[in-house]
C-alpha cells in the first residue's frame, strides 16, 4: 500500500512511522508512505496556505490552491482509491473502516489545521472524510497516524503472527478477552486455572465467554439488542 500524507506540519509525522509495526511494514515493503509539506505548493512568497474566512469570524481557512496543486500532483502519477480528510465532522473511525481501508492500494490524507479546508476542497476531491473521535485536535496529523496504525497492521504479512491481527478486540465484534503471562501468581492474583490445564478448546471456550462477559460491561452497544 502507498499512502501519501499532506500536512503543515511533516515533522508531527516522523516519529509514529518510525518505530515497531509502522517501520518494518516499510522494510517489508508492504508500506511505501510519503509525506507531503502543504507550503511545498504554496504559490505565495511566505509560503502560507490559510486566509481569512469569508463572511468573518474567528480563524483561518486552509485555502483551495496549495491543496488542489499537492492532491493534483499526486493524482498525475498515480488512481487513488481514497482521499481521506481527516477532520472532527466526519465518520468515526472504527475496525471496520479499518479492515476496508487496509484493501486500498493507494490513499491520500489530508490533515485539517485551523478552522478546516475550503470546502470546495471537500466537494471536489475528497471521497472520505475520517474523525477518530467527539474531541478536537489541534491539527489531523495525530489523527492521521492513528489512522495509519490501525490500518497498517491489517495488510497481510505486517504482523509477525498474521493470526494476532484476528484475535484482536473489535475483528469479531468483541472486546478481547483478559490474557496473562508468568509468574502464575502475583500479589496474591493467581492465572486462571483453565489457562494453565493445557485443553485448547477449554481456553477457547473460556476466551470466548470473557470476550463476551467483557464486552457486555464496556461495550455493549457493541452487542445491539
Ligand atoms: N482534526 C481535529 N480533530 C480531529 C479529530 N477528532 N479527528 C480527526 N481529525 C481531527
Given at each position: 500500500?502507498?499512502?501519501?500524507?499532506?500536512?503543515?506540519?511533516?515533522?508531527?509525522?516522523?516519529?509514529?512511522?518510525?518505530?515497531?509495526?509502522?517501520?518494518?511494514?516499510?522494510?517489508?515493503?508492504?508500506?511505501?508512505?510519503?509525506?507531503?509539506?502543504?507550503?511545498?505548493?504554496?504559490?505565495?512568497?511566505?509560503?502560507?496556505?490559510?486566509?481569512?474566512?469569508?463572511?468573518?469570524?474567528?480563524?483561518?481557512?486552509?485555502?483551495?490552491?496549495?491543496?488542489?496543486?499537492?492532491?493534483?500532483?499526486?493524482?498525475?502519477?498515480?488512481?487513488?482509491?481514497?482521499?481521506?480528510?481527516?477532520t472532527?465532522d466526519g465518520?468515526?473511525?472504527?475496525?471496520?473502516?479499518?479492515?476496508?481501508?487496509?484493501?486500498?492500494?493507494?490513499?491520500?490524507?489530508?490533515?485539517g489545521?485551523?478552522?478546516?479546508?475550503?470546502?470546495?476542497?471537500?466537494?471536489?476531491?475528497?471521497?472520505?472524510?475520517?474523525?477518530?473521535?467527539?474531541?478536537?485536535?489541534?491539527?489531523?496529523?495525530?489523527?492521521?497516524?492513528?489512522?495509519?496504525?490501525?490500518?497498517?497492521?491489517?495488510?497481510?504479512?505486517?504482523?509477525?503472527?498474521?493470526?494476532?491481527?484476528?484475535?484482536?478486540?473489535?475483528?469479531?465484534?468483541?472486546?478481547?478477552?483478559?490474557?496473562?503471562?508468568?509468574?502464575?501468581?502475583?500479589?496474591?492474583?493467581?492465572?486462571?486455572?483453565?489457562?494453565?490445564?493445557?485443553?485448547?478448546?477449554?481456553?477457547?471456550?473460556?476466551?470466548?465467554?470473557?470476550?463476551?462477559?467483557?464486552?457486555?460491561?464496556?461495550?455493549?452497544?457493541?452487542?445491539?439488542?
Open positions: 500500500m502507498r499512502i501519501d500524507i499532506i500536512t503543515v506540519l511533516p515533522e508531527l509525522l516522523r516519529s509514529p512511522f518510525a518505530a515497531s509495526i509502522m517501520k518494518r511494514a516499510q522494510t517489508k515493503g508492504h508500506l511505501e508512505l510519503y509525506v507531503h509539506n502543504l507550503r511545498d505548493f504554496s504559490d505565495d512568497k511566505h509560503r502560507n496556505v490559510d486566509d481569512y474566512q469569508y463572511g468573518g469570524g474567528a480563524g483561518m481557512v486552509m485555502s483551495v490552491g496549495p491543496i488542489s496543486k499537492a492532491i493534483e500532483n499526486l493524482q498525475a502519477e498515480r488512481d487513488y482509491d481514497e482521499i481521506i480528510y481527516m472532527p465518520a468515526i473511525l472504527d475496525q471496520n473502516s479499518c479492515n476496508q481501508l487496509s484493501l486500498a492500494k493507494n490513499i491520500i490524507i489530508l490533515c489545521h485551523y478552522k478546516g479546508v475550503d470546502q470546495r476542497i471537500r466537494d471536489l476531491y475528497i471521497t472520505k472524510e475520517i474523525s477518530i473521535g467527539s474531541y478536537v485536535l489541534s491539527g489531523g496529523e495525530l489523527a492521521a497516524a492513528i489512522v495509519v496504525d490501525a490500518v497498517v497492521r491489517l495488510i497481510p504479512g505486517v504482523l509477525n503472527d498474521e493470526t494476532s491481527a484476528l484475535t484482536d478486540s473489535f475483528q469479531d465484534g468483541l472486546l478481547a478477552p483478559p490474557v496473562y503471562t508468568r509468574p502464575p501468581e502475583f500479589n496474591g492474583l493467581k492465572v486462571p486455572d483453565v489457562l494453565l490445564g493445557g485443553n485448547p478448546k477449554e481456553v477457547e471456550a473460556w476466551r470466548e465467554e470473557q470476550a463476551l462477559l467483557r464486552t457486555r460491561e464496556r461495550r455493549p452497544d457493541l452487542l445491539g439488542d
